[in-house]
């Protein structure tokens, strides 16, 4: 997953010489964010031997949310399994949520007969 994230993820500044800590590497800030991610873990629970601090890592996930990480990793994980031939597009699911509803629409409940409209 490295190889596609590491082009996509956003610059961090180097801090000037003399301030601050020496820059984590970049694929250990991320491995400690997707295993906060896919673990459900508070962040004030990030183990100790990832080497990256809570703050550290919910400084970098919030810049990741910033510059839409998600979004464009998503998309080049698609655009490669559709170049190798393993996306299957005959199926989709579509989030209702996310399609805006026709105002002054009748919901189904609503297009059912009353016993007023039958009198």
């Not at 100790?48 to 810049?63: D, I, K, L």
């Amino acid at each position: 997953m490295w190889e596609i994230v590491e082009p996509l993820r956003p610059l961090f500044n180097l801090r000037p010489p003399g301030g601050g800590t020496v820059p984590l590497p970049q694929r250990d800030v991320f491995t400690a964010i997707v295993y906060l991610l896919t673990t459900g873990c508070a962040w004030r629970h990030l183990p100790s031997e990832s080497g990256v601090s809570a703050p550290t890592a919910h400084r970098r996930f919030t810049a990741c949310t910033m510059d839409r990480l998600r979004v464009r990793l998503h998309k080049a994980v698609l655009d490669r399994l559709g170049a190798s031939g393993r996306t299957d597009w005959s199926a989709a699911i579509l989030d209702a949520a996310g399609v805006r509803a026709n105002r002054g629409a009748r919901s189904p409940a609503q297009t059912q007969p009353t016993e007023a409209d039958q009198a």
